[in-house]
């Protein structure tokens, strides 16, 4: 099901080929399908998401013991660091919440993220906010603090290396 007459923006990329990828995003390309199922159907990423897009079947599970582990209350999800829809789309398709609230930064990515709700049926069941979360949950959503679950799942920028590791200075000591 590709969404007829959305453009994506420019730092948006659909990989058909393994040829077309790079090289430092090639092992998570081919994973694709268990990333988001639906690939095939047009779902879109940046080249940045690909780090940090919860796989689906992942996503779901979360979603299924964030959900069993809740207040019956608790009837409202918001997805802090919606990045490109992952976890907001499992929470949505879990139906286990009157509503989902996702908060995504990046203009691009949050595009990402709509455009994919849209995909997988449930751009109905997800309200989209561009900016950053604490303001957000501040100035819109603090009404609903006793009626919410807040999952937050911060992007952690990419694929870490030894040198790129943020303990690197720590491990110096382990060795």
């Known amino acids: 099901m590709s969404v007829e007459g959305e453009v994506p923006p420019p730092e948006v990329k659909h990989y058909n080929s393994r040829d077309d990828v790079p090289q430092d995003i090639q092992k998570y390309w081919a994973q694709r399908y268990n ?51 992952g976890n907001a789309i499992a929470f949505a398709r879990s139906n286990k919440w009157k509503r989902v609230y996702a908060i995504e930064k990046d203009p691009a990515v949050l595009q990402c993220a709509k455009h994919n709700a849209k995909i997988y049926g449930v751009e109905d069941k997800i309200t989209w906010f561009e900016g950053d979360c604490f303001e957000t949950i501040r100035l ?25 590791h943020p303990l690197r200075t720590y491990a110096l000591h382990w060795r």
């Not at 998401?49 to 689906?56: D, I, L, M, R």
């Not at 603090?142 to 990419?158: E, M, N, R, T």
Request: aromatic letters at 14%; one cysteine or more; proline letters at 7%.
């Open 35 to 85: 990333i988001f199922s639906k690939y095939d159907d047009g779902v879109w990423l940046t080249d940045d998401a690909w780090f940090g897009v919860t796989p689906e079947p992942v996503a779901t599970k979360i979603a299924d013991h964030v959900a069993a582990a809740r207040s019956l209350k608790k009837c409202i999800m918001i997805d802090a660091f919606a990045g490109v829809g």
């Open 140 to 164: 819109y959503l603090k009404d609903l603090g006793p009626y919410s679950v807040i999952f937050a799942s911060p992007p952690w920028g990419g694929e870490l290396t030894e040198e790129s």
